[in-house]
């Protein structure tokens, strides 16, 4: 049986493992670079790309500094339940 992580257990091993976090940083950075400098603007529109929850996704606990992250609302973790 293949066990599954919820976003709880990412948060928490990206808590206690820096190594997971620095690679989710330089993983989210990557990807919005790539997204914002792609050849199809029209399909890949940076302007509507929630950089919040994608920080989410790749378990991050804040933005990092980056010039593209400077539109985002501030950033806070959603609570875990």
Not at 50 to 59: G, K, T
């Amino acid at each position: 049986m293949i066990d599954v992580l919820t976003p709880q257990d990412v948060k928490r091993l990206a808590e206690t493992d820096r190594d997971v976090l620095e690679k989710g940083t330089r993983a989210f950075v990557s990807y919005v670079r790539g997204y914002k400098e792609h050849h199809c603007r029209f399909i890949f529109r940076f302007a509507k790309l929630d950089l919040r929850r994608l920080a989410v996704a790749f378990a991050l606990l804040q933005l990092p500094k980056m010039s593209e992250a400077s539109r985002a609302r501030p950033f806070a973790m959603p609570p875990t339940h």
